[in-house]
Nanobody
Framework: QVQLVESGGGLVQAGGSLRLSCAAS????????MAWFRQAPGKEREFVAG????????RYADSVKGRFTISRDNAKNTVYLQMNSLRPEDTAVYYC?????????????????WGQGTQVTVSS
């Protein structure tokens, strides 16, 4: 098990940027595939981006491709989500997720470690 703590959320105007961070506990962070999901009010939680253990493989939801970038620093036990060109429809609670696995999973049921979430609000 790994404990995850997200940070970096906030209020930003449309077109602006934010960088989310997810700090993980433990000494085996490099064995975990990591991902970001988000959940808007009244909607289901959805996959945003994922990154493999080494960082070589990344996957993105179509809605964020070209605007968001996921990265990780295994020395710091941290995964990041750089969000540029933000839109009001990006408003949601963003969750960090982890699974000790080889490949990036896009289904939330594939992850067994979750953070508490951080609110991102984009104003028009």
């Amino acid at each position: 098990q790994v404990q995850l703590v997200e940070s970096g959320g906030g209020l930003v105007q449309a077109g602006g940027s934010l960088r989310l961070s997810c700090a993980a506990s433990g000494r085996t962070f490099s064995r975990y595939t990591m991902a970001w999901f988000r959940q808007a009010p009244g909607k289901e939680r959805e996959f945003v981006a994922g990154i493999s253990r080494s960082g070589e493989d990344t996957r993105y939801a179509d809605s964020v491709k070209g605007r968001f970038t996921i990265s990780r620093d295994n020395a710091k036990n941290t995964v990041y989500l750089q969000m540029n060109s933000l839109r009001p429809e990006d408003t949601a609670v963003y969750y960090c997720a982890a699974r000790e696995y080889l490949v990036v999973l896009i289904n939330m049921n594939g992850y067994n470690n979750w953070g508490q979430g951080t609110q991102v609000t984009v104003s028009s």
